[in-house]
């Protein structure tokens, strides 16, 4: 098939995920597509594998909406994508900036992202479905998060906290009464997620305002990611992948795997918060962890590419049979591994 080709402006061009979306959108084997990238580093990767690049502000900057809607006339993309999930909430919330200058927004329902990036909010919301989800207490004094730490079974089990607005692991740890700091010093990388509630409680004593933080129930058991395209609280399409292995708080390693149990919660998350465009919802032990309402790190197939399909989709190019046909060319046997990889230039 021949389609017309396409024009993308493309944000948060340097995001660990970028080069890899990059490659694939371009290897769609349907069309041309054309990306201009922006971003708010000048090194960012996507300046070296996009057509075109632009600096803006960074999302929380109130000068980025503007940049970006000059990048926007500039260029006339058929497609804004939005990749960062620090700014998919803005983008969202003046979708019609974009979409006046003739840009097809994927971006919206600003409200579901607000809960959807805030884990708090998110819990409390998807409590009223219910869908499983670990044990959670919203400690507001010190005292409180020792005596919920307990409440939950340390120091006979480990328990864990963090932040309920962070990316890639900032502010999450697991107190546990087993730390071997002499092991961790001589055996361990200087990253560890493990530390003792006294540890804590030295730590936090006196901290003013005490910091917003999330006690919960610690799941040991494997993560399991639904990612999937949504289209006004409805999934359209979807994939399941594990998480293999970590590294500084990064995922490196996933295989699809599949889990229709996971796929009918999710809709049901989905459903709930009225989720548009991509997202990617965690769970771990059955139990519902988080959501990222963005692009993610998704297991590519030659044929089955979440965010190609994405916007095919919202360009109107892919009806019913279309959605299932591509659905079922998802396989269960792919696996992915991430690397670092280089690129050169002179000033």
Not at 175 to 203: C, F, K, Q
Not at 265 to 283: A, E, G, M
């Amino acid at each position: 098939m021949n389609l017309p080709p396409l024009k993308l402006v493309l944000t948060a061009a340097g995001c660990p995920g970028a080069s890899t979306l990059i490659r694939m959108l371009k290897a769609n084997g349907e069309r041309e597509i054309s990306i201009h990238g922006v971003d708010v580093r000048p090194d960012a990767v996507g300046r070296f594998l996009c057509d075109g690049f632009s600096l803006v502000p960074a999302g929380a900057s109130p000068e980025y909406i503007p940049a970006l809607a000059e990048v926007v006339a500039r260029e006339r993309p058929d497609v804004l994508f939005v990749q960062s999930s620090h700014e998919i909430e803005i983008v969202a919330r003046h979708r019609r900036v974009f979409e006046t200058l003739g840009a097809r927004v994927l971006a919206d329902g600003a409200g579901g992202i607000e809960i959807a990036g805030n884990k708090a909010l998110m819990h409390a919301a998807c409590s009223e479905i219910p869908v499983p989800q670990p044990q959670l207490i919203r400690p507001a004094t010190l005292d409180e998060l020792v005596a919920g730490a307990h409440e939950l079974g340390y120091p006979n089990v480990p328990v864990c906290f963090k932040p309920p607005v962070a990316k890639g692991s900032r502010g999450f740890r697991i107190l546990s009464a087993e730390v071997d700091r002499v092991h961790e010093l001589l055996h361990e990388r200087p990253i560890n997620r493990y530390m003792t509630l006294p540890e804590l409680e030295g730590l936090l004593r006196g901290v003013q305002p005490f910091p917003e933080l999330m006690l919960m129930e610690y799941v040991d058991a494997p993560e399991v990611t639904v990612d999937l395209f949504a289209d006004r609280g409805a999934v359209v399409f979807h994939q399941t992948r594990t998480r293999e292995e970590f590294l500084t708080g990064l995922a490196m390693a996933f295989k699809t795997i599949d889990r229709p149990d996971l796929v009918d919660l999710s809709r049901k998350v989905v459903r709930h918060l009225d989720l548009d465009y991509f997202q990617s919802i965690q769970w771990i032990g059955g139990k519902l962890l988080e959501i990222n309402p963005r692009v993610s790190t998704f297991v590519y197939q030659e044929d089955f590419i979440i965010p190609y399909l994405g916007i095919k989709y919202a360009l109107g190019e892919l009806d019913a049979e279309g959605v299932a046909l591509a659905q079922s060319k998802v396989r269960f046997s792919r696996r992915s591994v991430r690397y670092y990889d280089q690129v050169f230039w002179d000033e």
